[in-house]
């Protein structure tokens, strides 16, 4: 698997849009230094998706960022997408990496310590933890963790960790400087109404605490 820079992972997320132009928040996202990007798409048809993630994915490519396809591994594979992002109702990760090969990343999203050992066993690349605190980008969000929880996860796992839920340019150094290796974001840069000036405002927080 090719190294991966985690520090800022965009979740383009179709719903939290509110239809605006996907590609348009993705390249301003990339613009102002987003390292990963993940496509969701959950209401959509599967043609609509392979439309968007066709167009997301002609652009990462000439800038060198992996593109993640959330749940969907038909769209993955149709699309020669960087990788997949699965949750605990998903396929299972060893399904998953049969059918995609040992070059593709798959992250597996996890809310506990036992989740976290468990998808590293079994050959996660990396996990998305979380929520870290409370969000509204997903209607069956489970408890968040705090920054405690987050803790105690990273002290159990040594593949990448990348913190997700609710965060923001008011709380990332805080969440970063636990020892995650990245931080998630949604709503961050897909309602701002200047996606590139968001993510650099991230990113300086970031780059503050390391």
């Given at each position: 698997m090719k190294q991966v820079n985690w520090k800022l992972y965009f979740i383009a997320d179709f719903e939290t849009s509110k239809r605006r132009d996907l590609v348009w928040i993705v390249n301003e996202a990339v613009k102002g230094g987003a390292t990963v990007v993940q496509l969701r798409a959950k209401s959509i048809s599967t043609r609509e998706f392979l439309d968007i993630g066709k167009k997301i994915h002609s652009f990462l490519k000439k800038k060198g960022i992996p593109f993640i396809i959330n749940d969907r591994i038909d769209i993955a594979l149709a699309l020669d997408a960087d990788g997949v992002h699965l949750g605990q109702n998903d396929m299972p990760l060893q399904i998953a990496r049969k059918i995609l090969g040992k070059e593709k990343i798959i992250g597996i999203s996890v809310n506990n310590i036992e989740e976290a050992v468990e998808a590293e066993n079994n050959g996660a690349d990396y996990l998305g933890v979380g929520p870290v605190f409370p969000t509204t980008t997903k209607p069956d969000i489970?408890?968040?963790?705090?920054?405690?929880?987050?803790?105690?996860?990273?002290?159990?796992?040594?593949?990448?960790?990348?913190?997700?839920?609710?965060?923001?340019?008011?709380?990332?150094?805080?969440?970063?400087?636990?020892?995650?290796?990245?931080?998630?974001?949604?709503?961050?840069?897909?309602?701002?109404?200047?996606?590139?000036?968001?993510?650099?405002?991230?990113?300086?927080?970031?780059?503050?605490?390391?």
């Open positions: 489970r408890a968040p963790l705090g920054i405690e929880g987050l803790k105690k996860i990273r002290k159990k796992v040594k593949i990448p960790i990348v913190a997700i839920g609710g965060i923001n340019e008011n709380n990332i150094r805080e969440v970063c400087s636990i020892g995650v290796d990245g931080v998630a974001v949604i709503s961050a840069i897909v309602l701002s109404s200047d996606p590139c000036q968001s993510a650099r405002k991230l990113i300086k927080e970031w780059d503050s605490v390391q």
